[in-house]
């Protein structure tokens, strides 16, 4: 395409008149020209886009995952220390038998929290 013009556009130099074909592309070069600018513009919105997620979303999203991963083993550390110290996890978060239980309960009471062995 941009071949046809450039013959045509030649001859039409030798010859010192104007071809009717390059008159009527002429008519569109303000429109190719908006044309372009749009695109050059949609274009660096694009790569500015592009940036922003690689330089700025990417790594956050990687450091919060890096942070969760983390914790998750520092939790399973830990789980994996007290079980070798002997400790238990209690899961209850109470009394473990029924005389600590008999005692919280009279400590919430504001009582001494004897153990009564008459039931």
Known sequence: MALCIFTLKYFELRRGKSNFLLRFVSRFDSRAEELVAASKFRILQLIQSARYVVLVHIP????RAIEKTKESILQELDARRNML???KDISNKGAVSFFLKKID????NGERGEINEEM
């Open 60 to 63: 956050a999203v990687i450091d």
């Open 85 to 87: 110290r002997g400790q």
């Open 105 to 108: 309960e009279n400590k919430r």
